[in-house]
C-alpha cells in the first residue's frame, strides 16, 4: 500500500517526503526510515496503512506533531479503539476497514437491503490472497456492522455447529489463497428467492485512491474521529 498510496498521490495534490517501515523497504524518490524517532522531515499529513502492533506509536507521532492522520490498518481490538478516540480529541483522523469508494457504496446498499429485507437471512462471505492474517478481515466486519442489530449473533464459519441456522444468526466465512485483491459478498437468502450483493477488488489501487481522497478532505477538518460517510 505504501508504493501504490506514493505512487498516485502526487494526483492528488501530495508530495510524499518520507516512509516509514520497519523493513526499510525504499519505494520512490524519498527517503525510508525503521521508526518514526529517525525521521525529521516536517509534514502535513500522515496515512497509516500498516500492522495494528505499530498503531500505538503512529498515533502517538500524528498527536505530537499536530498531523491529520488516514488509517487503513484493520485487524484492530478494542484498545486500539480506544487510542484512537482519544488521539482523535487532538488531530482530526479518518479511519477506514477498507478505502475502496465501490465497498463504501456496497456497505450503504447491504444498509438499504437489510432494511428492506428483515426476514431474510445474511450470510457475508470474504476472499483475499494467502498472505492476509485477519479473518474475518476488517471489510467483513464493516459489511456485519453495517446489516447488524441489537439481536444479532455473528457466526464465524459453521463447522462446529451441529444444529440447524438460529434466528438473528449472520454468518461471517472466510476464504484465503493465491493473490487475490479482495472480494466480498453479502448474501440476503429469503424463501424462493436470494439476493447477492458483491464488491471485487481488482487493484490494490483502489484503496489507495480513496485513502488519497479523504486525505484531500481531512486536511480542513477540526479535531475529530471521521469516516468515509463523512467524507465530501
Known sequence: MGKEISALCRQYGFLPIAGIDVNKEEQGDFPHYSS?????????????????????????????????????????????????????QHIPLLQSANFSLGVHALKKLCQAAAALLPDFDIEIIERHHAQKADAPGGTAMLLYHAVAT???????????????????????????GGTLCGSHEAGFYGHGEHLLLTHVAESRSIFARGALHGARWLLSQKPGRYTLDDVK
Not at 502517538?60 to 487510542?83: F, S, W
Not at 441489537?150 to 484465503?176: D, N, S, W
Open 36 to 88: 518514526y524517532a529517525l525521521c525529521h522531515e516536517k509534514a502535513d499529513l500522515l496515512i497509516d496503512f500498516s500492522h495494528a502492533a505499530h498503531l500505538p506509536q503512529t498515533l502517538r507521532y500524528a498527536a505530537d506533531h499536530h498531523l491529520p492522520l488516514v488509517i487503513g490498518t484493520t485487524g484492530l481490538e478494542r484498545a486500539h479503539e480506544h487510542m484512537i478516540d482519544e488521539a482523535a
Open 150 to 176: 441489537p439481536q444479532t449473533q455473528p457466526v464465524y464459519g459453521r463447522h462446529a455447529a451441529l444444529q440447524k441456522r438460529q434466528a438473528h444468526e449472520i454468518g461471517l466465512h472466510a476464504l484465503r
